[in-house]
């Protein structure tokens, strides 16, 4: 089965700080990684995607990859409290079609 | 438009019912998806369509019937469904369906069989 994964948390941290959080795949043959955000009861909202190795930024956003170790992140600068969902981290792999998602992790910021 | 439009938001029905879940998109996108979420779990993909034909089944049960009458609208049949099968259900699209592809989520219909 492959696989993603990520620590479910919660991770809690202070309004402004940096929050960091990570996953890992098994399947050496993927290809694209995304990162989701979801509010509670709410759908999947795609916040970042990464192709190549290394960082992309976007605003507070920077994902990080390094397909050597499998690794996946994702930093948020200046954490708000509406940034309180969980991060779904997911791939996909050369054949395309299907989406793997991550368990997903709560993140929440205190005011 | 950028929008993945699902209805119902909502769905209640008995073990003995059939229903049908809907969702349109009008980005000009050419595969589309079914996913199933429990709750606190991560979306589980049932089915994806590429170009109005059906690509993937991931083995799901036969209660659960896609369909794909255009390459806007993709429909969810269901029937004789167990209570276990209450989640959210959520339908995606992409461009295609190559390695790189971003998936656009709709709103979901949250399912309750009783």
């Known amino acids: 089965q492959k696989e993603v994964e990520q620590n479910s948390g919660p991770l809690s941290v202070p309004e402004g700080a940096i929050a960091s959080l990570n996953c890992t795949y098994s399947?050496?043959?993927?290809?694209?990684f995304f990162w989701y955000r979801q509010y509670s009861g709410k759908s999947p909202e795609l916040i970042m995607f990464i192709y190549s190795n290394g960082d992309k930024e976007d605003g507070r956003f920077t994902a990080q990859l390094n397909k050597a170790s499998q690794y996946v992140s994702l930093l948020i600068r200046d954490s708000q409290p509406s940034d309180s969902a969980t991060y779904l981290c997911a791939a996909r792999n050369t054949g395309g079609f299907k989406t793997i998602f991550g368990a997903g992790t709560r993140l929440f910021v205190k005011a | 438009d950028t929008e993945v439009t699902q209805t119902p938001k909502h769905l209640v029905m008995g073990m003995t019912n059939k229903k049908s879940l809907k969702c349109e998109q009008h980005m000009g996108h050419r595969a589309m998806y079914w996913y199933k979420q429990k709750a606190k779990k991560p979306p589980e993909l049932m089915f994806v369509?590429?170009?109005?034909?059906?690509?993937i089944n991931e083995s799901v049960p036969s209660r659960f019937s896609p369909e794909c009458p255009n390459s806007s609208l993709l429909n969810l049949h269901l029937h004789a469904l167990q209570p276990e099968d209450s989640a959210l259900y959520l339908c995606?699209?992409?461009?295609?369906?190559?390695?790189?592809?971003?998936?656009?989520f709709g709103s979901g219909t949250q399912l309750s069989v009783l």
């Open positions: 995606a699209s992409s461009q295609e369906t190559g390695w790189g592809e971003k998936l656009f």
């Open positions: 399947d050496r043959g993927s290809q694209s």
């Open positions: 369509y590429s170009y109005e034909k059906l690509s």
